[in-house]
């Protein structure tokens, strides 16, 4: 269901959005690409993109669906460019990190600071103070209640600031946008 993912929706104005951040990048990589919905628009820019995710079957589609757009170099796992010693000049995780556990957090900014080259720039977006509670529903076959989209955070300008200065990184500024 495309309609039901973010970058499908707002990719071209994500991007354009991105524009001013990547300026100075000429390698791309999408972190968390899901589908890859964000790589031709981050094509588009003038980006070598590769695009990465915990999903074969993503990068196997990515791959499949995008192989033709020029500048994507790409899709492939995050532990095969870490062991590749791959570096880029930005990262872009869009509406990922609010997906992820403690433990894969921790990770996430573990890889995202070797991927990067020393002058690299993190790109990184979540939803806004998401009252995760809207968003859950029951599953009468499991009998669980669980969130809608699988978030597990929910964060805001600030605890996101924190977390990623507590992983290492220099924040140079964190703001609230609207895509839509």
């Not at 020029?70 to 880029?88: P, S, W, Y």
């Not at 573990?110 to 977006?125: E, F, K, Q, R």
Request: glycine share 6%.
């Amino acid at each position: 269901f495309p309609d039901a993912y973010f970058a499908h929706n707002f990719g071209r104005r994500i991007a354009a959005h991105l524009r001013a951040h990547l300026a100075g990048a000429g390698t791309v990589l999408d972190y968390g690409c899901g589908p890859g919905f964000l790589v031709p628009h981050l094509a588009a820019l003038g980006k070598e993109v590769t695009a990465t995710d915990a999903s074969a079957d993503a990068i196997a589609a990515v791959n499949r669906s995008f192989s033709k757009v020029m500048g994507f170099r790409g899709a492939v796992t995050v532990d095969q460019l870490v062991a590749d010693k791959a570096r880029f000049d930005a990262g872009v995780s869009i509406e990922v990190v609010e997906h992820l556990s403690d433990a894969h957090l921790a990770q996430f900014f573990h890889n995202l600071a070797a991927l990067l080259t020393p002058s690299g720039v993190a790109v990184i977006t979540t939803p806004n103070e998401e009252n995760l509670e809207l968003s859950m529903v029951y599953c009468p076959e499991s009998d669980r209640v669980f969130h809608r989209w699988q978030h597990l955070r929910s964060w805001t300008a600030e605890s996101l600031a924190a977390s990623v200065a507590a992983n290492g990184f220099v924040v140079e500024r964190t703001y609230t946008t609207d895509f839509s």
